[in-house]
Protein backbone atom coordinates (compact mmCIF):
# COMPACT_ATOMS: atom_id res chain seq x y z
CA UNK A 1 0.00 0.00 0.00
CA UNK A 2 1.67 3.70 -0.81
CA UNK A 3 1.18 6.06 1.81
CA UNK A 4 0.90 9.69 0.51
CA UNK A 5 3.04 12.10 2.83
CA UNK A 6 3.70 15.18 1.95
CA UNK A 7 6.47 17.49 3.42
CA UNK A 8 5.17 20.56 5.48
CA UNK A 9 7.37 22.62 3.07
CA UNK A 10 5.66 21.53 0.26
CA UNK A 11 2.34 22.12 1.28
CA UNK A 12 3.10 25.40 2.95
CA UNK A 13 4.71 25.84 -1.42
CA UNK A 14 1.61 24.62 -2.58
CA UNK A 15 -0.73 26.95 -0.12
CA UNK A 16 1.26 29.61 -1.09
CA UNK A 17 0.64 28.91 -5.11
CA UNK A 18 -3.12 28.58 -4.76
CA UNK A 19 -3.59 31.52 -2.62
CA UNK A 20 -1.38 33.77 -4.95
CA UNK A 21 -2.53 32.33 -8.18
CA UNK A 22 -6.53 31.75 -7.23
CA UNK A 23 -7.50 32.79 -4.25
CA UNK A 24 -6.19 36.48 -5.18
CA UNK A 25 -8.01 36.43 -8.49
CA UNK A 26 -11.30 36.03 -6.71
CA UNK A 27 -11.96 32.37 -6.40
CA UNK A 28 -14.14 31.39 -3.74
CA UNK A 29 -12.44 27.96 -2.97
CA UNK A 30 -9.82 25.31 -3.57
CA UNK A 31 -9.34 22.20 -3.12
CA UNK A 32 -7.05 19.17 -3.94
CA UNK A 33 -7.59 15.85 -3.40
CA UNK A 34 -6.37 12.31 -4.27
CA UNK A 35 -8.69 10.11 -6.30
CA UNK A 36 -9.69 8.26 -3.45
CA UNK A 37 -11.38 11.18 -1.83
CA UNK A 38 -8.42 12.61 0.61
CA UNK A 39 -7.95 16.05 0.81
CA UNK A 40 -4.67 16.97 0.24
CA UNK A 41 -4.80 20.65 0.75
CA UNK A 42 -7.80 23.64 0.95
CA UNK A 43 -7.61 27.18 0.54
CA UNK A 44 -10.77 29.49 1.01
CA UNK A 45 -11.17 33.42 0.39
CA UNK A 46 -11.96 33.12 4.10
CA UNK A 47 -16.27 33.70 3.69
CA UNK A 48 -17.06 30.71 1.93
CA UNK A 49 -17.99 27.74 4.00
CA UNK A 50 -18.23 24.53 2.49
CA UNK A 51 -18.04 21.00 3.81
CA UNK A 52 -14.84 20.24 1.98
CA UNK A 53 -14.27 16.43 3.36
CA UNK A 54 -17.67 15.67 2.17
CA UNK A 55 -17.17 17.84 -1.33
CA UNK A 56 -14.17 15.95 -1.67
CA UNK A 57 -15.80 12.15 -2.00
CA UNK A 58 -18.31 13.31 -4.14
CA UNK A 59 -15.62 14.98 -6.64
CA UNK A 60 -13.45 12.28 -6.27
CA UNK A 61 -16.48 9.93 -7.51
CA UNK A 62 -17.36 12.02 -9.79
CA UNK A 63 -13.93 12.38 -11.78
CA UNK A 64 -13.97 8.59 -11.58
CA UNK A 65 -17.40 7.90 -13.16
CA UNK A 66 -16.66 10.97 -15.94
CA UNK A 67 -13.31 8.96 -16.07
CA UNK A 68 -14.48 5.66 -16.75
CA UNK A 69 -17.13 7.27 -19.52
CA UNK A 70 -14.13 8.45 -21.37
CA UNK A 71 -13.61 5.14 -21.54
CA UNK A 72 -16.23 4.16 -22.81
CA UNK A 73 -16.30 6.32 -25.70
CA UNK A 74 -12.36 5.25 -26.61
CA UNK A 75 -10.93 8.74 -24.70
CA UNK A 76 -7.81 8.37 -22.53
CA UNK A 77 -9.37 10.48 -20.24
CA UNK A 78 -11.54 13.81 -19.90
CA UNK A 79 -8.69 15.63 -18.07
CA UNK A 80 -11.24 18.84 -17.21
CA UNK A 81 -14.51 19.12 -15.98
CA UNK A 82 -16.75 22.32 -15.21
CA UNK A 83 -20.71 22.48 -13.62
CA UNK A 84 -21.79 25.94 -14.20
CA UNK A 85 -24.95 27.12 -11.96
CA UNK A 86 -26.63 30.62 -11.05
CA UNK A 87 -24.24 32.00 -8.36
CA UNK A 88 -21.31 29.36 -8.22
CA UNK A 89 -19.42 27.25 -10.69
CA UNK A 90 -17.42 24.71 -10.43
CA UNK A 91 -14.10 23.63 -12.16
CA UNK A 92 -12.15 20.28 -11.68
CA UNK A 93 -9.24 19.87 -13.01
CA UNK A 94 -6.17 16.86 -13.08
CA UNK A 95 -3.04 17.90 -11.93
CA UNK A 96 -1.64 14.24 -12.83
CA UNK A 97 -2.69 10.57 -12.13
CA UNK A 98 -3.61 10.90 -8.23
CA UNK A 99 -4.42 14.40 -7.89
CA UNK A 100 -6.94 16.80 -8.69
CA UNK A 101 -7.50 20.38 -8.36
CA UNK A 102 -10.96 22.02 -7.93
CA UNK A 103 -11.80 25.22 -8.11
CA UNK A 104 -15.33 27.03 -6.79
CA UNK A 105 -15.95 30.52 -8.06
CA UNK A 106 -18.96 33.07 -8.64
CA UNK A 107 -19.70 34.57 -11.73
CA UNK A 108 -17.57 37.46 -11.22
CA UNK A 109 -14.26 35.43 -12.68
CA UNK A 110 -14.65 34.47 -16.09
CA UNK A 111 -14.52 30.66 -16.88
CA UNK A 112 -11.41 31.50 -19.74
CA UNK A 113 -9.69 33.55 -17.25
CA UNK A 114 -9.59 30.99 -14.35
CA UNK A 115 -8.62 28.18 -16.85
CA UNK A 116 -5.89 30.31 -18.11
CA UNK A 117 -4.50 30.33 -13.75
CA UNK A 118 -5.20 27.19 -13.45
CA UNK A 119 -3.31 25.68 -16.44
CA UNK A 120 -0.44 27.63 -14.91
CA UNK A 121 -0.93 26.77 -10.84
CA UNK A 122 -1.01 22.60 -12.27
CA UNK A 123 2.51 23.53 -13.79
CA UNK A 124 3.96 24.90 -10.84
CA UNK A 125 2.14 22.61 -8.50
CA UNK A 126 3.57 19.44 -10.40
CA UNK A 127 6.68 20.75 -9.99
CA UNK A 128 6.60 20.86 -6.22
CA UNK A 129 5.33 17.73 -6.06
CA UNK A 130 7.55 15.80 -8.37
CA UNK A 131 10.67 16.65 -5.81
CA UNK A 132 8.46 14.26 -3.69
CA UNK B 1 -3.53 5.19 0.66
CA UNK B 2 -4.36 6.98 3.76
CA UNK B 3 -3.30 10.76 3.46
CA UNK B 4 -1.45 11.83 6.28
CA UNK B 5 -0.97 16.22 6.35
CA UNK B 6 2.51 16.69 8.45
CA UNK B 7 1.53 20.33 8.03
CA UNK B 8 -1.68 20.25 9.81
CA UNK B 9 -1.49 16.94 11.52
CA UNK B 10 -4.29 15.27 9.69
CA UNK B 11 -4.22 11.79 8.73
CA UNK B 12 -7.47 10.31 7.10
CA UNK B 13 -8.20 7.27 7.03
CA UNK B 14 -10.50 5.38 4.43
CA UNK B 15 -12.90 2.56 5.78
CA UNK B 16 -15.08 0.58 3.17
CA UNK B 17 -18.60 -1.41 4.42
CA UNK B 18 -18.59 -3.91 1.65
CA UNK B 19 -21.12 -6.68 1.08
CA UNK B 20 -24.23 -8.26 -1.13
CA UNK B 21 -27.21 -5.91 -1.71
CA UNK B 22 -29.36 -5.26 0.96
CA UNK B 23 -26.89 -6.58 4.26
CA UNK B 24 -27.42 -3.62 5.84
CA UNK B 25 -24.07 -1.50 4.89
CA UNK B 26 -26.13 1.92 4.54
CA UNK B 27 -28.25 0.70 8.06
CA UNK B 28 -24.48 0.23 9.37
CA UNK B 29 -23.68 4.00 8.78
CA UNK B 30 -27.26 5.53 9.57
CA UNK B 31 -26.99 3.76 12.82
CA UNK B 32 -23.19 5.04 13.74
CA UNK B 33 -24.98 8.98 12.39
CA UNK B 34 -27.70 9.05 14.57
CA UNK B 35 -25.52 7.71 17.19
CA UNK B 36 -22.60 9.43 17.27
CA UNK B 37 -23.48 12.76 16.17
CA UNK B 38 -21.54 14.34 17.96
CA UNK B 39 -18.00 13.24 16.79
CA UNK B 40 -19.35 13.87 13.11
CA UNK B 41 -18.25 16.65 11.36
CA UNK B 42 -20.91 16.88 8.34
CA UNK B 43 -24.30 15.61 7.56
CA UNK B 44 -23.99 11.97 6.04
CA UNK B 45 -24.13 12.11 1.92
CA UNK B 46 -25.65 9.29 0.29
CA UNK B 47 -26.10 8.69 -3.21
CA UNK B 48 -29.38 6.51 -4.04
CA UNK B 49 -31.93 5.55 -6.37
CA UNK B 50 -35.27 6.49 -5.91
CA UNK B 51 -35.84 3.34 -4.88
CA UNK B 52 -33.83 3.70 -1.81
CA UNK B 53 -30.62 1.39 -2.71
CA UNK B 54 -27.58 3.03 -3.08
CA UNK B 55 -26.31 3.95 -6.24
CA UNK B 56 -23.21 4.82 -5.69
CA UNK B 57 -21.69 5.17 -2.16
CA UNK B 58 -22.67 6.80 1.19
CA UNK B 59 -20.02 8.88 2.81
CA UNK B 60 -19.90 9.64 6.31
CA UNK B 61 -16.76 11.58 7.85
CA UNK B 62 -15.81 10.84 11.44
CA UNK B 63 -14.02 12.20 13.87
CA UNK B 64 -11.85 9.63 15.84
CA UNK B 65 -10.11 12.31 18.61
CA UNK B 66 -5.93 12.18 18.60
CA UNK B 67 -3.17 9.73 17.96
CA UNK B 68 0.46 11.17 19.03
CA UNK B 69 -0.50 15.08 18.31
CA UNK B 70 -2.08 13.79 14.82
CA UNK B 71 -6.03 14.19 14.07
CA UNK B 72 -7.65 11.36 13.10
CA UNK B 73 -9.85 11.55 10.43
CA UNK B 74 -12.08 8.37 9.79
CA UNK B 75 -13.99 8.70 6.05
CA UNK B 76 -16.59 5.91 6.45
CA UNK B 77 -18.15 4.54 3.23
CA UNK B 78 -20.53 2.27 1.87
CA UNK B 79 -20.84 0.51 -2.29
CA UNK B 80 -23.29 -0.29 -3.95
CA UNK B 81 -24.47 -3.88 -3.56
CA UNK B 82 -26.60 -4.62 -6.43
CA UNK B 83 -24.38 -7.02 -8.78
CA UNK B 84 -24.86 -4.90 -11.84
CA UNK B 85 -22.62 -2.16 -10.08
CA UNK B 86 -19.56 -3.85 -9.88
CA UNK B 87 -17.87 -1.14 -12.01
CA UNK B 88 -18.87 1.60 -9.03
CA UNK B 89 -17.85 -0.91 -6.54
CA UNK B 90 -14.35 -0.95 -7.73
CA UNK B 91 -14.15 2.82 -7.75
CA UNK B 92 -15.34 3.42 -4.38
CA UNK B 93 -12.98 1.02 -2.97
CA UNK B 94 -10.10 2.86 -4.28
CA UNK B 95 -7.51 3.94 -1.48
CA UNK B 96 -8.97 1.67 0.96
CA UNK B 97 -7.34 1.13 3.88
CA UNK B 98 -9.50 -1.32 6.10
CA UNK B 99 -12.54 -3.15 5.29
CA UNK B 100 -15.48 -4.05 6.71
CA UNK B 101 -17.15 -7.09 5.18
CA UNK B 102 -21.29 -6.92 6.09
CA UNK B 103 -22.70 -10.43 5.78
CA UNK B 104 -26.22 -11.36 5.52
CA UNK B 105 -27.33 -13.88 7.49
CA UNK B 106 -30.56 -14.97 6.24
CA UNK B 107 -30.44 -18.52 4.83
CA UNK B 108 -31.18 -17.70 1.64
CA UNK B 109 -28.70 -14.99 1.18
CA UNK B 110 -25.65 -17.93 1.76
CA UNK B 111 -24.89 -17.85 -1.45
CA UNK B 112 -24.88 -14.24 -2.13
CA UNK B 113 -22.08 -13.82 0.73
CA UNK B 114 -20.00 -16.17 -0.52
CA UNK B 115 -20.29 -14.94 -4.20
CA UNK B 116 -19.59 -10.74 -2.67
CA UNK B 117 -16.89 -11.78 -0.79
CA UNK B 118 -15.11 -13.66 -4.01
CA UNK B 119 -15.46 -10.21 -6.22
CA UNK B 120 -14.04 -8.34 -3.23
CA UNK B 121 -10.98 -10.45 -3.03
CA UNK B 122 -10.70 -10.26 -7.03
CA UNK B 123 -11.55 -6.08 -6.66
CA UNK B 124 -8.39 -5.85 -4.30
CA UNK B 125 -6.16 -7.33 -6.97
CA UNK B 126 -7.24 -4.84 -9.16
CA UNK B 127 -5.57 -2.35 -7.34
CA UNK B 128 -2.94 -4.61 -6.30
CA UNK B 129 -4.45 -5.28 -2.63
CA UNK B 130 -4.70 -8.43 -0.86
CA UNK B 131 -7.98 -9.83 1.28
CA UNK B 132 -5.42 -11.56 3.36
CA UNK B 133 -3.65 -8.19 4.14
CA UNK B 134 -5.72 -5.59 4.33
CA UNK B 135 -7.50 -5.29 7.91
CA UNK B 136 -10.65 -6.48 7.64
CA UNK B 137 -13.76 -7.67 10.11
CA UNK B 138 -16.27 -9.53 9.33
CA UNK B 139 -20.19 -8.48 10.33
CA UNK B 140 -22.79 -11.63 10.70
CA UNK B 141 -25.94 -9.25 10.60
CA UNK B 142 -29.60 -9.61 10.77
CA UNK B 143 -28.96 -11.93 13.97
CA UNK B 144 -32.44 -9.66 15.12
CA UNK B 145 -34.29 -12.00 12.28
CA UNK B 146 -33.71 -15.11 14.26
CA UNK B 147 -36.51 -13.77 16.96
CA UNK B 148 -39.17 -13.36 14.14
CA UNK B 149 -38.75 -16.74 12.97
CA UNK B 150 -37.00 -16.52 10.08
CA UNK B 151 -33.79 -18.90 9.24
CA UNK B 152 -30.88 -17.97 9.97
CA UNK B 153 -27.92 -19.16 9.35
CA UNK B 154 -25.84 -19.88 12.46
CA UNK B 155 -22.31 -18.62 13.08
CA UNK B 156 -19.86 -21.32 12.70
CA UNK B 157 -21.68 -22.04 9.18
CA UNK B 158 -20.49 -18.53 8.44
CA UNK B 159 -17.25 -18.50 9.75
CA UNK B 160 -16.67 -21.41 7.58
CA UNK B 161 -17.85 -19.90 4.43
CA UNK B 162 -16.02 -16.96 4.90
CA UNK B 163 -14.06 -17.10 7.29
CA UNK B 164 -11.87 -19.97 7.22
CA UNK B 165 -9.17 -18.79 5.19
CA UNK B 166 -8.97 -15.25 6.41
CA UNK B 167 -9.20 -15.79 9.92
CA UNK B 168 -10.30 -11.98 10.97
CA UNK B 169 -11.80 -10.81 13.60
CA UNK B 170 -15.74 -11.58 13.54
CA UNK B 171 -19.07 -10.40 14.79
CA UNK B 172 -22.72 -11.32 15.25
CA UNK B 173 -24.58 -7.96 14.39
CA UNK B 174 -28.33 -6.17 14.37
CA UNK B 175 -27.41 -3.29 12.24
CA UNK B 176 -31.25 -1.93 12.40
CA UNK B 177 -30.95 -2.41 16.66
CA UNK B 178 -27.54 -1.31 16.69
CA UNK B 179 -26.35 -4.25 17.66
CA UNK B 180 -22.40 -4.97 17.68
CA UNK B 181 -22.27 -1.59 15.21
CA UNK B 182 -20.23 0.18 17.65
CA UNK B 183 -17.97 -2.86 18.02
CA UNK B 184 -17.69 -3.36 14.30
CA UNK B 185 -16.56 0.05 13.61
CA UNK B 186 -14.01 0.29 16.50
CA UNK B 187 -12.26 -3.02 15.77
CA UNK B 188 -11.89 -2.13 12.14
CA UNK B 189 -10.66 1.79 13.35
CA UNK B 190 -7.96 -0.20 15.34
CA UNK B 191 -6.87 -2.62 12.98
CA UNK B 192 -6.70 -0.14 10.46
CA UNK B 193 -4.87 2.62 12.39
CA UNK B 194 -2.65 -0.39 13.42
CA UNK B 195 -1.85 -1.11 10.41
CA UNK B 196 -1.08 1.77 8.88
CA UNK B 197 1.12 2.72 12.22
CA UNK B 198 3.09 -0.10 11.24
CA UNK B 199 3.50 0.66 7.86
CA UNK B 200 5.00 4.32 8.66
CA UNK B 201 7.43 2.81 11.52
Redesign the interface.
Known sequence: ????????EQ??QIDAILSDKLIKLGVDCVIII????????ARDNGTSKY?V??FA??A??NF??VD?MAKLVGEQEFSLLFHKGQESNIHFSKIDDELLLISMFGKDISLGFLRLNVVDVIEKIRKVWDRK | MSFINLKDKVVQVKIVYYGPGRCGKTTNLEYINRTYRKQILSEMVSLKTHGDRTLFFDFLPFDMGQIKGYDIKIQLYTVPGQVKYNATRKLVLRGVDGIVFVADAMEKQREKNIRSLNQLHENLQSYKESIFKIPLVMQYNKVDLKEHGIPILPTDVLQKDLNSRLQVPYFEASAITGYNVAATLKKIISSTVVSIQKKLL
Do not use: K, P
Open positions: MNYGIVSQLEDMAGNIITDYSALAGATA
